[in-house]
């Protein structure tokens, strides 16, 4: 029961995973222990974009936050604020996507603006999956029929496994990031 | 015929005066994957130790493939297709990465050579662009990826993981946990000892929490994960 939660919760893993690789990163350009690496970074936003947008977000709202709506009142308040962040998950990337082509173009001159721009999504991120973590999930437990989970189970099963990606090419997206990240953030130079 | 790989029956084993198990029953089949969960100290990588003949358990009794192993030496574990990826990982330093896989190749026992040295290159290609480096070039997760390619070069029918991504960045934890995904896939009966119980009960299909050397959940690892109270007691920090 619930794997639909086993699979958003996953999901969550690997991008937390890859926000923390994110900040890491940065952290050791500001330190002066890495250089800067563009290519990287904008694997790792494509990541954190292409998967959320294009598998995750779309099962949450079309299906938890669908029946979780019509059976919890509680839940109302965290759906709308989710589903609003989720329509704005794409300016939100955008800004960050720019910062890096901004950071890329200044050089150094650009690395404050992207540290804040990645700073201010990371912050958004967190309070996003906490909210569906720590919210979501303990009123869907809580208020969802055994047909609910049912329809739910079977909708996100239906989608094989979606964190690889519809022909593997995400998690081939993450293998290179993991593999190009310099220690001890991955397995790089 | 049987298809049990490896069983503990009502194990004891303490360090020194400690009395570390406490009566513990355990048992995997063929193509079976096991989440071995629980705090620190409470004696996991203790049972496994004491199935491989690593320590000694003063009570109890150990079977491989069904024949009493409870006094044989690791290596004949070993030789009986149950391949160990020890805590700490255990590299050859001084080896390269090509030895530390070479030293380790044989076929499985019932004559299998599935896991060559080219499919291991495939499933960790970062050891390809480290082949000719030594063991203690290799940064943790180059070492953890070595560690488990040596095991898979043993063509096992059992791999034991004993916290596979301990210390390791959260990115390269979630590689390892792929991999690990991909390799259950061909077949191979999985323990994996590890606190993160989110990774291991999405691998494994049973799960089982020690507390002070006892068994206090065993079941599914669906059971697990629908039970937020069970995971907060025995596992949360």
């Known amino acids: 029961m619930n794997k639909s939660l086993d699979i958003i919760h996953d999901e969550h893993r690997a991008l937390a995973a890859m926000l923390g690789g994110m900040n890491a990163l940065v952290a050791g350009i500001e330190a002066g222990r890495l250089k800067p690496d563009f290519d990287l970074l904008a694997d790792m936003i494509r990541y954190i974009d292409e998967v959320p947008e294009v598998v995750h977000h779309p099962k949450e709202d079309q299906y938890l936050f669908a029946k979780l709506r019509l059976r919890s009142a509680d839940a109302l308040p965290y759906i709308e604020q989710l589903e609003v962040e989720h329509v704005q998950g794409e300016a939100r990337i955008a800004l960050l996507r720019s910062a890096l082509e901004a950071y890329r173009k200044a050089g150094e001159a650009g690395f404050a603006g992207f540290k804040m721009a990645l700073a201010t999504f990371l912050e958004q991120e967190w309070r996003h999956m906490n909210t569906e973590e720590n919210h979501i999930f303990p009123l869907a437990r809580k208020h969802l029929t055994d047909e609910d989970w049912a329809e739910i189970d079977a909708a996100f099963l239906a989608n094989g496994n979606p964190w690889e990606g519809p022909a593997g090419e995400y998690a081939a997206l993450f293998s290179k990031i993991v593999n190009t990240a310099p220690a001890p953030v991955g397995l790089g130079n | ?237």
């Open chain 2, 1 to 237: 015929m049987s298809n049990m790989l490896l069983e503990a029956k009502e194990l004891h084993t303490y360090y020194g005066a400690s009395h570390i198990l406490h009566g513990i029953d355990f048992n995997i089949r063929q193509g079976e994957g096991i989440a071995l969960m629980g705090r620190n100290g409470m004696g996991k990588s203790t049972l496994i130790k004491s199935m491989l003949g690593i320590v000694r358990p003063k009570h109890g009794r150990i079977l491989v493939r069904g024949d009493d192993f409870t006094k044989a030496p690791t290596y004949r574990t070993a030789q009986r297709g149950i391949a160990y990826v020890p805590e700490g990982r255990g590299i050859f330093p001084n080896l390269s990465v090509r030895e530390n896989l070479q030293m380790s190749a044989r076929c499985g026992i019932d004559g299998q050579r599935n896991w060559t040295f080219d499919r291991v290159m495939e499933t960790f290609p970062r050891l390809g662009e480290r082949i000719n480096n030594g063991g203690w070039q290799l940064s943790g997760g180059e070492q953890q990826m070595l560690t488990i390619g040596r095991a898979l070069m043993t063509n096992p029918d059992l791999l034991i993981l004993d916290e596979a991504t301990e210390g390791l960045a959260p990115l390269i934890a979630m590689e390892i946990w792929r991999i690990v995904k991909e390799i259950r896939k061909t077949g191979i009966a999985t323990v994996i000892v590890d606190k993160n119980h989110g990774a291991v009960t999405s691998i494994c299909d049973r799960a089982m929490i020690l507390v002070k050397g006892e068994v206090v959940f065993s079941g599914s690892s669906d059971e697990v994960r629908a039970n937020p109270e069970l995971i907060q007691k025995h596992l949360g920090v």
